[in-house]
């Protein structure tokens, strides 16, 4: 049994363990408050004794909190710097240092500014939306944020035009906020969050991962080979690449942060003498490029992923002849997709849950295999 082989036995019989957990019912949760956008203007507070020695953007923050107003540390550290957190009438310099109690604190939050990037007329697919957040079809080919290279014509230019005055502000900017990210060349569902409230709700969903809140992140993935068990995991941790900082990789060093994912097969392919698996991978983790890493790392990377599956490309020279086009045509777009995503609204409660077909390059690609399988 080579390496590779090796550890997809062993991830998948942790994977079995790891099913039964997630089958075990859970204990309901409490729901929490939901967060209101702060509201622009001045609100004054005393510093009770039981707060005093605490630092003052923890004491802001925590009052916040108990008034269910979406502001954050963060946050109430940028008013203190931007001079707009009176102590007795004179202006915080220091959200570190220590309240007093009896202080009177005067909180100004200015209302947001426009945000910098400018709004384009980007057409969207909206799969949802209501005034707290928005959830959208990426297309493969759309960069989500602004960056080197990529200044305009990002899903954030494009939300800004078709959000406009519904935006309150995150951070005190009236921009959408970006709480996950799809690579460029992938597609599938995103959610966004259209208000600070919404923006702390999600973005606290995110970062745990759906271990004890309620989140839900599952791709379609078209990989090489035949996997060899129906189900597992990959538990490698990622960081930058020690040579292309442009790529990830799984390294076992303390730059590495932890990245889990959860993978089943969908369906087998033979194509020519090449064997593709559809598989659906969960993230327990949301580390950059992880599916496309952690699938290449078991021997198994994606179709057309140039990245990652760089030493595959002569299996698709041994496809049959309509998957060979069907592959060629998705150019340099992985074939990855973001079939599923469920969450709890971040204000009002409620359990979501959105679904994606493949789109009409992968469903081709899908059609073009199983119909060489059958020849």
């Known amino acids: 049994m080579n390496q590779h082989a090796k550890r997809r036995y062993q991830a998948g019989l942790t994977a079995e363990a790891e099913r039964a957990e997630r089958m075990r019912p859970k204990e309901p949760k409490l729901p929490a408050a939901p967060l209101a956008t702060p509201e622009a203007g001045a609100a004054t507070y005393e510093v009770a004794p039981e707060e005093a ?54 909180v100004d939050v200015p209302p947001p500014v426009p945000a910098e990037p400018a709004g384009e007329n980007i057409p969207l697919d909206v799969v949802f939306e209501d005034e707290h957040l928005i959830v959208i079809e990426k297309p493969a080919g759309l960069v989500v944020h602004p960056a080197n290279g990529h ?36 597609s599938g569902l995103l959610v966004v969050a259209k208000t600070d409230a919404a923006h702390q709700g999600l973005s606290a969903l995110f970062a745990d991962h759906g271990r004890t809140l309620s989140l839900v992140r599952e791709y379609l993935a078209f ?87 760089a030493g595959f490309k002569t299996k698709a020279l041994h496809l049959g002849e309509e998957a060979k086009q069907a592959l060629a045509a998705l150019g340099s777009r992985q074939a990855l997709h973001a079939a599923r995503l469920g969450f709890e609204h971040p204000i009002t409660g409620e359990e979501l849950m959105f679904e994606s077909p493949l789109p009409a390059d992968l469903a081709h690609l899908a059609e073009a295999l199983r119909a060489d399988g059958a020849a």
């Open 151 to 186: 200044e305009s014509g990002t899903l954030v230019n494009a939300l800004i035009a078709h959000c406009g005055d519904s935006l309150s502000g995150i951070g005190g900017v009236r921009r959408p906020g970006i709480v996950h990210r799809i690579d460029k060349d992938t």
């Open 223 to 309: 990989v090489w080979g035949r996997m060899e068990r129906r189900a597992g995991l990959v538990d490698a941790p990622l960081a930058r690449h020690p040579h292309n900082r442009e790529k990830m990789a799984v390294v076992r060093t303390g730059a590495a942060r932890e990245a889990i994912t959860h993978w089943e097969s969908q369906e087998y392919f033979t194509s020519g003498s090449s064997a593709v698996t559809m598989v659906a991978c969960q993230l327990e983790t949301g580390r950059t490029h992880q599916i496309r890493v952690h699938m290449a790392h078991i021997g198994h990377p994606l179709l057309a992923d140039s990245v990652y599956g």
């Open 53 to 106: 020695g605490q630092r003052l953007d923890k004491v802001l923050a925590a009052r916040a909190e108990a008034a269910a107003i979406a502001l954050s540390r963060t946050r109430i550290q940028a008013l203190i710097d931007e001079g707009r957190v009176m102590i007795d009438g004179k202006p915080a310099t220091d959200a570190r240092a220590k309240a007093r109690a009896g202080q009177t604190i005067v």
